[in-house]
Nanobody, 126 residues
Framework: QVQLVESGGGLVQVGGSLRLSCAAS????????MGWFRQAPGKARELVAA???????????DYADSVKGRFTISRDNAKNMLYLQMNSLRPEDTDVYYC????????????????WGQGTQITVST
């Protein structure tokens, strides 16, 4: 069983930066594909970025087109940590961000992920 806890959300001005962190429990963290998703009220949860575990071939990372070049996903398997560095933030990045894990390769569909954190709010102000 994997438990996920996000941190690092908050209020930031347009053009600013934030780094989200996700602490994961479990001894096989490195084998899980990890993803960051976001969801606005009344909208479907969408993939922001995903990063593969070490045991799986195929794509190593995946990003939503809207965040490419601005966000970077990384992981520290030794510390069971997942990160999302967010730069050049825009008002449309305002959402609740969730950390998610699945045992297997990267998937872009949220329903393919089995484990979720509680979410952290990001608000980008003008």
């Amino acid at each position: 069983q994997v438990q996920l806890v996000e941190s690092g959300g908050g209020l930031v001005q347009v053009g600013g930066s934030l780094r989200l962190s996700c602490a994961a429990s479990g001894r096989t963290f490195s084998s899980y594909a990890m993803g960051w998703f976001r969801q606005a009220p009344g909208k479907a949860r969408e993939l922001v970025a995903a990063r593969a575990g070490i045991s799986w071939s195929g794509s190593r990372t995946d990003y939503a087109d809207s965040v490419k070049g601005r966000f970077t996903i990384s992981r520290d398997n030794a510390k069971n940590m997942l990160y999302l560095q967010m730069n050049s933030l825009r008002p449309e990045d305002t959402d609740v961000y969730y950390c998610a894990a699945r045992y297997g390769s990267i998937k872009i569909q949220g329903q393919s992920y089995d484990h979720w954190g509680q979410g952290t709010q990001i608000t980008v102000s003008t």
